[in-house]
């Protein structure tokens, strides 16, 4: 993500932050101009005091356009939900972030908004998961202690709050972007046959005794599961590789010409190659900043030919839905206005 600073100071300043650390201002963040602005000029969202959201809101509503597409919050009974749920919502201003950056509605031509219920299993299992729209995320993944005994047990080299946001909203995009398309030949050609028994391959893939997979052919064990997990996992992927050249443009670097164009806005970077060319060193160059310091690698995945297909695949759908919509004049403020 981009770098920020204080309007009153210019101090940089982070993408969560409610108060520069400099001259101690109330900060708020606009969707309308992706700037922060001050808090004497917005009306903040009513969720400010309770889980430090720090987005504006709209005069018609108390609550922000991020805020606002949580349709069922988790029991705030206990001050650990609370803060679970806290940061519950900041990974997801995170996604819609990436996705008015990538110039992605949250709500299709013909149907509801995406939605999220984001729900304890206090009294009962709740299964992370998407259909037709809503998004239902377990809280507990929000518990950095259990999100990683859940990582070891299903042998997961990678489990985050924002991977599962990514992950999730793919399977919403996989509908728009693809479904009835002309790419949808494409998609069954490097993904596979999709109209298989979507839930007879999930009771298959957990049922396997062999966690063995073709590593060369898919970016992660659950993408072999099903075609439509896949596409969720490589889509995924791409919104961590442009999200984080979209950080290293930030930073004092000595670059060419053609990576410093590709990072005046790797959102909207038309060569998938140009991309790709950007990441791989930078992928290599963090895991081994992270070895220095005693840590797990930052990513710890292997683009393959195949993999490259695939998210080559993923590039070119959001790219021809956004040409698609450049003739009705579409904006990143209007895109974050869906939300609204």
């Known amino acids: 993500m981009r770098e920020f600073q204080c309007p009153s100071c210019r101090h940089a300043v982070t993408f969560e932050h409610v108060v520069c650390a400099n001259c101690g201002d109330g900060l ?57 749920w806290r940061r519950m919502e900041e990974a997801k201003r995170r996604l819609v972030y990436d996705l008015a950056r990538l110039r992605l509605p949250l709500t299709p031509g013909d149907g509801a908004p995406v939605a999220f219920d984001i729900l304890s299993d206090e009294t009962s299992p709740i299964l992370t998961g998407h259909l037709s729209g809503l998004i239902t995320l377990n809280l507990a993944e929000a518990d950095d202690v259990e999100r990683e005994s859940r990582r070891v047990a299903f042998r997961e080299p990678y489990r985050t709050l924002l991977g599962h946001f990514r992950h999730e909203i793919g399977h919403f995009y996989w509908e728009l972007l693809v479904n009835g398309t002309t790419l949808q030949a494409p998609f069954k ?10 839930q007879f391959a999930i009771n298959s893939y957990h049922g396997r005794f062999d966690r063995s997979y073709d590593r060369m052919g898919f970016i992660s064990e659950y993408a072999t599961s099903h075609p439509w997990e896949d596409w969720a996992e490589t889509f995924a992927h791409f919104l961590h590789i442009v999200s984080t050249l979209d950080s290293l443009a930030g930073l004092p670097l000595s670059l060419d010409e053609r990576s410093r164009q590709t990072l005046t806005d790797p959102y909207l970077e038309s060569d998938f190659e140009a991309l790709l060319a950007l990441w791989m060193p930078l992928a290599r160059g963090l895991n081994e900043l992270n070895r220095s310091l005693g840590m797990s690698d930052a990513y710890p995945f292997d683009i393959s030919p195949a993999v490259k297909g695939k998210l080559h695949l993923v590039h070119m759908a959001i790219s021809a839905f956004r040409e698609q ?6 904006s990143v403020a209007k895109v974050f206005a869906h939300a609204q």
């Open 189 to 198: 050609l490097i993904f596979g046959d999709e109209t298989q028994d979507y």
């Open 28 to 84: 708020l963040f606009d969707p309308s101009c992706i700037e922060m602005t001050e808090l004497s000029l917005k009306q903040s969202c009513r969720n400010r005091d309770v889980i430090g959201c720090n987005w504006c809101a709209e005069e018609s509503d108390p609550y922000c356009g991020s805020c606002r597409l949580t349709r069922t919050i988790p029991n705030l009974g206990s001050p650990r939900n609370i803060m679970l």
């Open 325 to 330: 919509q450049k003739s009705a004049g579409a």
